[in-house]
């Protein structure tokens, strides 16, 4: 499965909107993922969807796994720096064995 998460910018003028991950232990650095539409992570099956003059950023995380969950924000490089929070939750999928069970008899 894959992840979208959005980001809604207004006005962005010569300033840079960045992915940003975090997780919700407190203290922690982010890291750093885009500049715009530039990857900055290594991780390829992350990519910024975002047309030119658009006020919409994508970022989309194809094959998503229980490592991609934590809280994703974008931010505008403004003075003070705009934020939008995005917390993405993945739910671990559970197989099942499924065993035949017998037909009740009809005596």
């Given at each position: 499965k894959d992840a979208l998460i959005t980001c809604i910018v207004q006005n962005q003028g010569d300033f840079t909107l960045m992915w940003k991950k975090?997780?919700?232990i407190p203290n922690r650095d982010a890291t750093v993922l885009?500049?715009?539409?530039?990857?900055?992570?290594?991780d390829k099956r992350m990519q910024v969807m975002h047309a030119t003059g658009g006020?919409?950023?994508?970022?989309?995380i194809t094959n998503v796994t229980v490592f991609d969950a934590g809280i994703y924000?974008?931010?505008v490089n403004t003075d003070p720096p705009i934020r939008a929070f995005r917390e993405l939750t993945v739910l671990r999928r559970q197989y099942r064995k499924v065993q035949k069970l017998p037909l009740p008899s009809s005596d």
């Open positions: 975090t997780s919700k885009s500049a715009n539409t530039h990857m900055v992570t290594s006020q919409v950023y994508v970022l989309k924000f974008c931010e």
